[in-house]
T-cell receptor
């Protein structure tokens, strides 16, 4: 049981380049999300998905696209990277939201992106 | 939007000391979570709280869900060097079952006293 797997762990891009951060989970979680972590800013939600075929925007969605074609995978795409997107990105998943405690997020190890 | 105010932003610990941190909000939450993040890793859940007034322990860690549902605190007793890291609070209001998202505080960074 691998949990939440993110790739790559490190990436350097030039301004204007595109790339995809991969996220996969093997826990059959319905809910998946992407956060970015910047110094002094905590964790900010980029996009999330409550199930295959369903995605929605979080707090800071601009410059990022997502799709959810399967329950397991939730890739994050940067179409034209900018230096402001230099950050550490975390993918997280959970069973969903309910009063039974299913809303506990399990995080991946992170992907550190530098945009020059 | 909903915001969580987490304090202190940073603190130094000495082996054996007790540590306290808290989160407050102007909004009501019905779930409070506390996470710890080690350098180079993702956050890991420490304690989950689901009821106002709930007091829950996990080893040397104790967390409480405030009665007003607008705050939570985390205490670490008899700190040890491996307690260093960043601690995040997170709150959720799922509005009685509809979809919601976790809101995170900005973190409390624990470091060892020089």
């Amino acid at each position: 049981n691998a949990g939440v797997t993110q790739t790559p762990k490190f990436q350097v891009l030039k301004t204007g380049q595109s790339m995809t951060l991969q996220c996969a989970q093997d826990m059959n979680h319905e809910y998946m999300s992407w956060y970015r972590q910047d110094p002094g800013m905590g964790l900010r939600l980029i996009h999330y998905s409550v199930g295959a075929g369903i995605t929605d925007q979080g707090e800071v969605p601009n410059g990022y696209n997502v799709s959810r074609s399967t329950t397991e995978d939730f890739p994050l795409r940067l179409l034209s990277a900018a230096p402001s997107q230099t950050s550490v990105y975390f993918c997280a998943s959970s069973y969903g939201w309910s009063s039974t405690g299913a809303n506990v997020l399990t995080f991946g190890a992170g992907s550190r992106l530098t945009v020059l | 939007g909903q915001q969580l105010n987490q304090s202190p932003q940073s603190m130094f610990i000495q082996k054996g000391e007790d540590v306290s941190m808290n989160c407050t909000s102007s909004s009501i939450f019905n779930t409070w979570l506390w996470y710890k993040q080690d350098p180079g890793e993702g956050p890991v859940l420490l304690i989950a709280l689901y009821k106002a007034g709930e007091l829950t322990s996990n080893g040397r860690l104790t967390a409480q869900f405030g009665i007003t549902r607008k705050d939570s605190f985390l205490n670490i007793s008899a700190s040890i060097p491996s307690d260093v890291g960043i601690y995040f609070c997170a709150g959720l209001n799922d509005y009685g079952g509809s979809q919601g998202n976790l809101i995170f505080g900005k973190g409390t960074k624990l470091s060892v006293k020089p």
